[in-house]
């Protein structure tokens, strides 16, 4: 069936809500939400092989180890495996005193005493009783009344009290979730959220948590903070409850929604490490922990090694973190545009002038060290690249720090390579590319330096005396010049009909320390006219400008055919 030449048919606008005094759009994030990741759960029931319990260990202590204090570990009442790794959970001792978990049940009484059951012994625990509220599964699913939707929420509060009494030895915080809040009445929501609190009488010294699931995703990110701020507003005893926030991805705006609802008033942030979650996924922690991160503030999760947290996270998903996704996806921080390579070389050549650790290298909201991350697959080369792109890859790579002119003169070498491959190029591409254009440490060649002399004339002149191999045959050879350079030019005219003269030339050291070597490139005009460049690299600087001579010079002769 083809789309709807007329959606509006079929679908309707979701409603505003009436806030015409809202306040969070002038407000800003200033610190941190608790973090709750729900990977064990919530992830876990998403994906098509649940983990096992051994998959389940690996990602708590990875969880752990990023810094998530409040873990909710599974749904207890859905079957032994998840009762057993719970429980064994609880009993190995492994649950640092710093760390909560959660478990989840719905608002039956069987279920939650199966939930309280499976934290017998815990220090601390969460217990997350959640119903659905909204038209459609009363309606539709449930077939319930309002009156009845807020007694299934009361009697499952009463039931949660009640097992926790029976248990004083473990600290116990109560959780409730209006499932599919976002597409509920909010007078409603608050309502029976109301009813919960006055069950389990929560005090600003022993909250309850208030979790506010956009269970799936049905407007923009803005009404969802309209509905965070009207509810904060309204909730009767406020100060008694932790407004918590769990967004989903059917919009593509799980993150954004996350945010404005701290900016709209809440405190805690549930989600799954790089979105992982029914259908389209849940808000995902890492990009809203790096997003502070990248405005001055400190998360209060390390992600410092994020290639392992992946490696991790894949494993135990079976699901791979998608090659764009923000922050830690293969190509996110590379670029294969020239004009966006250029800048990003710029950037870093300024921040390597910086007096201040401000971070200001364009296309990149934070360095890629940061994360773990080197800065080898920043810039990546194809047949899209420009210039700044193979030259960051050779100073990377080789530490060559081609002169501008020059790297227009290989752009030439590396675009007829790109074609030919139809691919990205790699370093190895790259370099060979350039050794073979400017006839660098490769053999055989017409021109190859074997040894030489460098003396000094009664005049002043500089005198060039050495072996060159021409062909696979050494020749003795000599030349005057006013400097090593020229004394070098002369010996080609002279020797061999080569005739250069050169219109630039460069240096730099490559590396630091005793065991640095110098490069050198020459840019020079045949007696054509024509401008061609050589390169020499060598442990000592003299002897790299007479290779970067010899370079030009088989060039010259290269072009000659």
Same mark, same amino acid.
């Given at each position: ?6 959606? @509006?048919?079929k ?9 015409? $005094?809202?306040?969070? *759009?002038?407000r ?18 998403? /994906? ?25 570990? #599974?749904f ?32 039956? %009484?069987?279920?939650i ?13 969460i217990?997350h ?34 097992e ?19 597409t509920?009445? +909010?007078?409603?929501? /608050? ?16 909250? /309850? ?15 969802y ?9 309204n ?5 008694s ?19 404005? #609802?701290?900016?709209a008033g ?10 992982? @979650? ?8 890492v ?6 991160y990248?405005?001055?503030?400190? *998360?209060?999760?390390d ?6 947290? /992946?490696?991790?996270?894949?494993y135990?998903?079976?699901? *791979?973190?998608?090659?764009r ?19 990003i070389?710029?950037?870093?050549e ?7 650790e401000q971070w ?9 060290a ?7 697959a ?13 030259a960051w ?5 080789q #530490?060559?720090?081609l002169?501008k002119?020059m790297?227009?003169d ?9 074609? %030919?491959?139809?691919?990205e ?10 050794k ?5 440490q ?20 500089? +005198? ?20 090593? +350079? ?9 020797s ?13 050291a490559m ?6 070597r ?6 020079c005009e045949t007696?054509? #006219?024509? +401008?061609?460049? @050589?390169c020499?690299?060598?442990? $000592? ?13 088989n060039?010259a002769?290269?072009?000659?055919g």
């Open positions: 069936m083809p789309m709807l030449s007329d959606p @509006g048919r679908y309707r606008p979701f409603p505003q809500i009436n806030l015409p $005094d809202r306040q969070w *759009p002038s800003t994030i200033t610190a941190p939400p608790r973090w709750l990741s729900t990977d064990l759960r919530d992830g876990n029931q998403s /994906i098509i092989d649940p983990m096992d319990s051994a998959k389940k260990n690996r990602f708590f202590d990875l969880l752990v180890e990023v810094g998530i204090k409040e873990i909710e570990v #599974g207890p009442s859905a079957g032994a495996t998840e009762f057993d790794f719970i429980s064994g959970l609880v009993k190995s001792g492994r649950i640092p005193d710093d760390v909560i978990v959660q478990v989840l049940t719905q608002s039956r %009484e069987d279920l005493r199966t939930s309280f059951a499976s934290l017998e012994g815990a220090k601390q625990a217990v009783l959640y119903n659905a509220v909204s038209p459609a599964w009363r309606d539709i699913v449930f077939r319930m009344t309002k009156p009845e939707v807020v007694e299934i929420a009361r009697s499952g509060a009463k039931i949660m009290r009640d926790a009494a029976k248990r004083p030895d473990t600290v116990w915080h109560f959780q409730y979730s209006p499932e599919t809040f976002s509920a009445e +909010i007078d409603f929501s /608050i309502e029976v959220c109301e009813a919960v609190m006055k069950v389990l009488a929560p005090t600003p010294e022993h909250p /309850i948590i208030l979790n506010l699931p956009a269970t799936v995703e049905a407007a923009t990110p803005n009404i903070a309209d509905q965070i701020e009207y509810f904060c507003r909730l009767p005893n406020r100060e409850a932790v407004i918590s926030l769990h967004t989903h991805n059917d919009r593509g705006t799980g993150v954004a929604a996350a945010e404005l #609802g701290l900016m809440a405190d805690r942030v549930e989600g799954c490490l790089f979105g992982n @979650g029914e259908r389209t996924g849940n808000c995902c922690l990009t809203v922990a790096l997003n502070m990248t405005q001055g503030i400190d *998360p209060g999760l992600f410092s090694d994020i290639d392992r947290v /992946i490696e991790t996270v894949e135990c998903n079976e699901l *791979p973190v998608h090659q996704h923000p922050y830690g996806g293969e190509l996110v921080f590379t670029a294969f545009s020239g004009s966006h390579q250029d800048a070389k710029k950037g870093f300024a921040h390597a002038q910086q007096n201040d200001r290298v364009p296309y990149l909201p934070i360095d890629p940061d994360l773990g991350r080197s800065y080898e920043v810039i990546r080369v194809n047949s899209q690249s420009g210039k700044g792109g193979f890859v050779l100073e990377q790579n #530490g060559l720090k002169p002119k790297q227009a290989f752009s030439k070498h590396v675009q007829r390579m790109a074609d %030919e491959l139809g691919r190029l790699n370093a190895a591409d790259i370099w060979q590319a350039f073979s254009a400017y006839y660098v490769t053999h055989p060649k017409h021109f190859q330096l074997v040894d030489y002399d460098e003396g000094r004339a009664a005049d002043g002149t500089r +005198i060039f005396s050495g072996t060159i191999s021409v062909k696979g045959e050494e020749q003795r050879v000599s030349g005057r010049g006013k400097g090593l +350079i020229s004394s070098v030019l002369t010996t080609l005219e002279e061999f009909g080569v005739n250069l003269s050169v219109l630039d030339y460069t240096e730099h590396g630091t320390g005793r065991d640095a110098a490069a050198a490139y020459l840019m007696g054509d #006219g024509d +401008i061609i460049w @050589g020499g690299i060598d442990e $000592d600087v003299a002897t790299a400008s007479v290779r970067a001579v010899l370079s030009a010079a060039t002769v290269g072009q000659q």
